[in-house]
């Protein structure tokens, strides 16, 4: 079992910052590629970022390409997105998955879930 705890997520206003954490606990951290995915009501959970194993490639969906980052610290087993320039469309429920498939984008590779965190960007 892999465990997942989110932290970081909060109210800001637009073009502002906010850096979400992830930790994992449970089976060895390097084991697993890692993904940031949102969800706004009624909608479905969908694809935000991902990091995979080793090299640590990274992925991102069109919409936070060049505004978010995401990372991995395989001494601290956390997974890292940092969001700049937030839009109001930002706004959702961050959610941190762990997998051992290679393909990050669908929401079916995610064995394990964290709890979720709220951003909100509004002025």
């Known amino acids: 079992q892999v465990q997942l705890v989110e932290s970081g997520g909060g109210l800001v206003r637009p073009g502002d910052s906010l850096s979400l954490s992830c930790v994992s606990s449970?089976?060895?951290?390097?084991?697993?590629?890692f993904a940031w995915f949102r969800q706004t009501p009624g909608k479905e959970r969908e694809f935000v970022a991902a990091v995979g194993r080793g090299i640590a490639a990274t992925y991102y969906t069109d919409s936070v390409r060049g505004r978010f980052t995401i990372s991995r610290d395989d001494v601290k087993n956390s997974v890292f997105l940092q969001m700049h320039n937030l839009k109001p469309e930002d706004t959702a429920i961050y959610f941190c998955?762990?997998?051992?498939?290679?393909?990050?984008?669908?929401?079916?590779?995610?064995?394990?879930w964290g709890q979720g965190t709220q951003v909100t960007v509004s002025s």
């Open positions: 998955g762990a997998t051992t498939r290679v393909d990050y984008e669908l929401r079916d590779s995610y064995s394990y």
């Open positions: 449970g089976r060895p951290f390097s084991w697993y590629g």
